[in-house]
Every structure is written in C-alpha cells, then in structure tokens.
C-alpha cells in the first residue's frame, strides 16, 4: 500500500479500483465542465498570509454546524451512487464520519437506504431529498427519514431538471451496471470490487425501489427517476416542505445572493453555496468565487456553507477564512471510499483535518473561529472580476 498523503493519493487509488463509469461519475462535470475545473483552479488563486512568532500551542478545529457539535466544519455532502463506488458504501461513509465527528449526509439516490445507514450507525445523521412529483413518495420518505431519527433535512435546489453529463451518457451509467462487454471486461481487473459487491445485496436505490408506485425493477426505476424530478419547485413549495419536515433544514444548490436572501426569508437552518460539484449549470461561477458576495449580503441571519471545490485542507481554511460557517466535502470522501472503503473515507478526513489544523497554525491562529479575510491575500478582482 502506497503512503497517503494528500486527497490526490486516494484519487488515483480509486480510479484503479472503481469501475470506470462509476469513477467518470465522481470526477466529472456537464458539458464542457469548465465550473468543474473552476471549482478547484479558483481556490490555488487565493493566497495565504503567514505569520510568526505567535503561540500556536492548544489549536483547535472543533465548531459547530446546525447545532451539532462537529471536530472540524466539514460534513460529508450527499452523493448518489455511493454504494457503487464500493459495497455498503452509504453505510461505511457513515461510520467513518460518524467515528471522526463530523455530519454525514445520505442522498435520495443513494444505494444503502435510510433504514440501512440508521441500522448501521448509533449517531443521527443527515438527509438529502430530491424534490420529485410523486408527493405520496415525498412524504413517505420524508416519514422514513423522521423516523430514523435524522436530525436534518437537506433539500438540493438545483436539480429540476439535469444538466449534461457526457461521461455519464456514454457509459451508459446504472446501478447495478448492465453487463455489456465493455462493462465485463473493465469489471475483470477490478476484482476486489466485484467480490465487495458479491457479499452485498445493495445493488440498486433502496430508498426508491419497493417505495415508488410501479418500481420495482432497473428499468422502470431508471425510467421513473428520469421523469420525476419537479421542474415546478419554487420557494412556495420549498415553505411547505420545511413545514411537513418540521425539524433542522438546510438549503443546498444556492449561488445568487438574491436567492440567498430567499432562504433567509424562508427561515433555514444553513445554506449551502454549491454549484452541484460543477454538475448542473456548466459556465456558472465557481463556489468559492461566488461565497464572499453571499457572505456579504445574507450573512449572520444564518449559517453559510460552501461545497463544491474543496480538495484539500487549505481549501476549508480558504473558504472559513472568506465567512463559511462550515464547508461540505464529497469527492473528496469518494475518492477515499473508492480507493479502500471505510479506511479511506477516514483517511480523507484525517488528511484534510491534518492539513487545515497545521495551515491554521502557519497562519498564526489557534482557533478555527477567528479566521477572517485578513488570513487570506486576494486578487484584486478576485471577487469583482465577473460581477
């Protein structure tokens, strides 16, 4: 086993053993994936300050998010088709953020179900819903989910209709893969992924299949999840989901300081500044670029997060220091699971953790909460240079 060091270390581990469609799935971006690249070329352009001889001795990262106690603000972000990049990979995700002490947040389209993650898990954890147009499978799930003790909901904004992933079309992406020959001969030197696979029966999305009227099968699974994402959601429709839930919820997908300011109105518990991992609209502005002027209009009336971007420690750091309450991570995490599992999932978060804690003290701060602006050196356009 190779040292591991950084998050890249993991990537290349993972890309060997994942299969290639589930691996193009976590490392790209629709169209031409310019937001992709920018999600991460944007943080190298933000510099940091270094300072001296200041007491650097009893730092600490520990903070919260939504309340939660957490050893460092960063949770792990909903991805779907978790459980392809490894078996029960929802499950182990979980356990290794839940060991770590940090949030962990389960996807609609996730492979191990709701009641399959709180089986496997003593703390409550997050989850994320899709808003679709079957409202009795709305409600259901958000019933399921009440009664794993979640302790938030999270509701992805930008998805009402899905952006153009090319990798994912042509490699024609299901779970579990069709066995073409491509796929079978690709499957064949990823042994240790298919006999991970072989001891689980989690194949395909457990919190649909079984739960949806007229699912029960890939193909018309496949067929139900390409027809009913709502392209009717607005902020009307959010209010009332954040009544029928009635708990903790979180907002994700907003990158518009008016749209912040419409979270705010609705009265959430977080927003979430992503772009979807560069996803959804390709040629939007990155996260991070995006993060001070949403800081900036809407901050302090609640919790700022930012996702979509973030690779390394430097990169939580970069993004706390411009006002994010707390950050989300999921490539990142993927990258780790794919390569060796639960270990790896824990391995990312040690990584990042070692990374933000030893760059917080370089810059001469011991406390996570004292980070600011005077942290960072900016561009000077950095922040105007697409206004």
């Known amino acids: 086993m190779p040292v591991i060091t950084t998050i890249d270390d993991l990537k290349k ?15 790209s971006g629709s169209w ?12 190298a352009e933000i510099r940091l300050r270094q300072r001296v001889a200041v007491d650097m001795s009893n730092r600490t990262t520990r903070s919260t998010m ?20 490894c078996a029960d990979g929802e499950i182990k995700a979980a356990r290794a953020a839940e060991k770590f002490g940090v949030p962990y947040t ?21 989850f994320q819903l899709y808003v679709i147009k079957d409202e009795e499978f709305v409600d259901n799930i958000i019933a399921r989910a009440k009664n794993a003790g979640v302790s938030a909901l999270v509701i992805t904004l930008d998805l009402q209709v899905l952006g153009q992933r090319h990798k994912d079309i042509k490699n024609q992406l299901t779970a579990p893969p069709r066995m073409t020959p491509r796929v079978i001969a690709d499957l064949a030197i990823r042994w240790r992924w298919g006999l991970g696979m072989l001891g689980t029966r989690r ?48 907002l994700k997908g907003v990158l518009d300081a008016e749209d912040a300011r419409k979270a705010v109105e609705i009265g959430c518990d977080a927003i979430v500044v992503s772009n979807h991992g560069g996803r959804q609209l390709d040629g939007a502005l990155s996260s991070i670029r995006i993060l001070p002027s949403i800081v900036d209009a809407v901050g302090g009336q609640t919790e700022i997060w930012l996702d979509s971007g973030i690779r390394t420690g430097q990169d ?5 220091a411009l006002g994010a309450h707390g950050t989300m991570i999921g490539r990142a995490y993927i990258y780790g699971l794919g390569a060796m599992g639960e270990a790896g999932v824990t391995k990312s978060l040690e990584v990042i953790h070692k990374e933000l804690d030893t760059t917080m003290a370089l810059c001469g701060e011991r406390d996570i909460h ?15 240079r697409w206004s």
Not at 17 to 23: Q, T, V, W, Y
Not at 32 to 43: G, L, M
Not at 113 to 122: A, G, L, N, P
């Open 13 to 27: 581990i993972h890309r060997r053993r994942a299969p290639k469609m589930f691996f193009d799935y976590c490392e």
């Open 32 to 43: 031409t994936e310019q937001t992709f690249r920018d999600n991460t070329t944007d943080f």
């Open 66 to 85: 939504a309340g939660q106690d957490v050893a460092m603000p960063v949770a792990l972000a909903p991805v779907g088709f978790t459980g392809m990049q």
């Open 106 to 126: 389960l996807s609609t389209m996730s492979i191990c179900s709701i009641e399959d993650v709180r089986e496997h898990t003593k703390e409550p954890f997050w």
């Open 203 to 250: 194949h395909t999305f457990r919190n649909i299949a079984g739960h949806a009227k007229g699912v029960s099968d890939l193909r018309s699974l496949s067929s139900w999840t390409a027809e009913q994402f709502e392209p009717k959601l607005d902020w009307s429709m959010i209010a009332k989901l954040k009544e029928k839930w009635g708990g903790k919820v979180i």
């Open 316 to 320: 939580v750091l970069k993004a706390l």
């Open 370 to 384: 004292n980070l600011s602006r005077d942290n960072l050196l900016l561009p000077q356009d950095f922040t105007t």
